[in-house]
């Protein structure tokens, strides 16, 4: 889509010319269900007309090839790799070069390079978004994308548990400290409605992440119910965006999609893709 712009990034950070915007999926807490709301709501972009990809940012628990169905390792042209591509989607993880039951025993500094590796060795087509699905917690693939990745924005996904509220502050914090804006929260799991029965129970409680919405002031971009259909179609290796497009569930994720598009055209441009690039030739004997 022509009419989405690339935003502003962190100071001294060089935007990566094919990519506009790379957002930040982050929860600092596992188990909020985040890689599923990164991959639905990727899905929801693309249904709407954008350019999309996922960059799996969880070296140690890669979760995007079972979600998207993928497998198999990524062809290498030019000493680049071809990202995979799902429901329109074009994906990188860790998933696809190595063993899915190898154990990730890497210290800091691997693990980071790796997430490097993984951004700069992909050959991306044009994408409008790349979501970075981010692993729990603001350790050493925090500090990595801080530094040296280009991130337009995030965005946060908490469950409305007081457990989880706390563990999302401190991502919060993180992305202040690195002058990353945030788009939003996104509260996942927020209730259950029996199927049998239709009684609706808050299992995980209520109004917390409309709490720290307001707290900050944020916007609270949706409210996300436990479903089984969700579960049932990570589970199966087709997204609920994908393959129930008029799911009650998968209406939510659409209006989040058009939020996080609104609040991102908010956001300061950059014009580094038209800026001319000036190059210095030395003359012998200067």
Request: with cysteine; aromatic share 4%; proline share 7%.
């Amino acid at each position: 889509m022509d009419s989405i712009k690339p935003h502003a990034v962190q100071p001294g950070v060089a935007p990566i010319p094919q990519i506009k915007n790379i957002i930040a999926i982050a929860s600092g807490k596992g188990g909020v269900g985040k890689s599923t709301v990164t991959a639905n709501l990727a899905l929801a972009l693309h249904a709407q007309g954008a350019r999309v990809g996922i960059l799996d940012a969880d070296i140690y628990g890669p979760s995007q090839p079972l979600m998207l169905g993928l497998s198999g390792k990524p062809e290498i042209i030019d000493n680049k790799m071809l990202p995979l591509k799902a429901y329109g989607l074009q994906v990188m993880s860790i998933g696809f070069l190595v063993d899915e039951k190898a154990a990730m025993i890497w210290r800091g500094p691997m693990v980071s390079g790796a997430l490097m590796q993984l951004l700069n060795d992909t050959a991306w087509q044009a994408l409008d978004y790349l979501l970075l699905d981010l692993p729990p917690g603001t350790g050493d693939i925090q500090l990595t994308m801080a530094q040296k990745i280009p991130v337009s924005a995030a965005i946060l996904v908490t469950t409305p548990q007081d457990l989880a509220l706390l563990d999302v502050e401190r991502a919060y914090a993180m992305f202040a400290k690195v002058n990353v804006p945030v788009l939003g929260v996104i509260e996942n799991m927020s209730g259950y409605t029996c199927s049998a029965c239709g009684h609706h129970e808050a299992i995980f409680g209520e109004g917390g992440a409309a709490h720290l919405a307001a707290h900050h002031p944020l916007p609270l971009l949706g409210q996300l119910p436990l479903h089984i259909s969700v579960r049932e179609h990570a589970d199966s290796g087709q997204p609920l965006v994908s393959a129930q497009p008029l799911h009650p569930v998968t209406q939510i994720y659409l209006a989040i999609a058009q939020q996080v598009r609104e609040r991102l055209a908010l956001q300061k441009r950059s014009f580094a893709h038209i800026l001319p690039k000036v190059v210095v030739e030395r003359k012998q004997g200067d």
